[in-house]
């Protein structure tokens, strides 16, 4: 009796003395992610479908419109309506295809910017379907792409990719690291920024700056950019840029504004 005692002695010793298990660290995510209340999640997944785009592209009631109206020796493509689609596509479907480029009816998805969304959080895109499940239905369904000579053109040339194909090119691909402290403005970054001076944030050639330039501007000089459009010293910028900071990064909490901005000055003090 007294030998079982100490070996249970020294068991409960021994199993008191093992480490615990480290609780698993927090997604990076926008404000609002870790809420676990259903109608806030779908309140934090309608301020996405601004900040990521998603009305940008498939217009502000989400039910779809033309891409290339204004240029039409393009297509014409069409972003879905999704006020339609998404009822008939189940989650994994609508992740594969945010997450891959990947469609599941068709060869080939355009446009879609499925190279940055590969990058989201899982509670941040948990909540973007879940607050698309909750759109009512309106409008007609959009028409399938139809691919012009210049598309064609493009195309063959690799100026012109199918989302997919983006996605391949551009996996494991993302912003400098800078350091723990400036992960969440990188992630930002990441699913947002990269859409135009590329998954580095470099730019390109003749079309967009490396955006090493915000280390140029006050935290005030940014915050009448990033939600007004106005540049450095009234500096004539490109519509598209003043779209982008009224419709969506406007959207964006001060303290995610203050994140993005304290990563991109971290940024350009790197070198590049």
Not at 120 to 141: C, E, F, H, K
Request: glycine share 8%; net charge positive.
């Amino acid at each position: 009796m007294q030998l079982w005692w100490i070996v249970a002695f020294f068991a409960a010793a021994a199993c008191q003395q093992q480490p615990k298990s480290a609780a698993k660290p927090a997604s990076i995510a926008f404000d609002g992610a870790s809420v676990t209340e259903a109608a806030a999640r779908v309140a934090h997944g309608q301020r996405l479908t601004w900040v990521l785009g998603c009305r940008g592209c498939h217009g502000k009631d989400l039910a779809g419109r033309n891409f290339t109206q204004d240029e039409p020796q393009y297509g014409p493509v069409y972003a879905s309506n999704l006020t339609l689609v998404v009822p008939h596509t189940s989650d994994a479907a609508l992740e594969r295809l945010l997450r891959t480029g990947e469609h599941p009816d068709r060869d080939n998805l355009w446009i879609m910017p499925s190279e940055l969304f590969q990058h989201l959080s899982a509670p941040d895109l948990a909540a973007l379907i879940a607050y698309l499940r909750t759109v009512p239905p309106t409008g007609q369904p959009t028409p399938l792409p139809v691919l012009s000579a210049a598309d064609k053109k493009e195309i063959a040339t690799g100026e012109y990719k199918p989302a997919a194909q983006l996605v391949s090119e551009t996996r494991g691909v993302m912003p400098t690291d800078a350091g723990p402290q400036y992960a969440l403005g990188r992630y930002m970054t990441s699913v947002t920024c990269a859409e135009c001076p590329g998954p580095r944030l470099e730019g390109k050639k003749g079309d967009t700056p490396d955006l090493i330039i915000a280390g140029a501007y006050s935290r005030d000089e940014f915050e009448q950019l990033i939600t007004h459009g106005i540049a450095k010293g009234g500096r004539k910028i490109h519509p598209l840029m003043v779209d982008v900071a009224r419709n969506r990064f406007s959207r964006l909490t001060p303290h995610e504004r203050d994140a993005l901005y304290a990563y991109l000055k971290a940024r350009a003090k790197r070198p590049q």
